[in-house]
């Protein structure tokens, strides 16, 4: 899980390699968007838990996103 340097202020992107395809989420205005085939069928998917998870971490802890 990568944060992509930020091109629109109002909008974070995420960089997530799988086994062998990298997916990008985006976060703007609260709302999640996944590039995945699953995200597109059912509007959720594991990268966009993924991230959600890793921003509510402390950032003490983590310092990449």
């Known amino acids: 899980l990568v944060n ?3 091109k629109d ?9 799988s086994k062998d395809k990298t997916y990008f989420v985006t ?8 590039t995945c085939t699953g995200f597109s069928f059912r509007g959720k998917c594991k990268h966009v838990d993924a991230v959600v998870a890793k ?6 802890l983590d310092n990449s996103v």
């Open 4 to 6: 992509l340097e930020k």
């Open 27 to 34: 976060l703007k205005s609260n709302t999640y968007r996944c």
């Open 55 to 60: 921003i509510q971490q402390p950032k003490a």
């Open 9 to 17: 202020p109002g909008v974070r992107t995420f960089k997530i390699q």
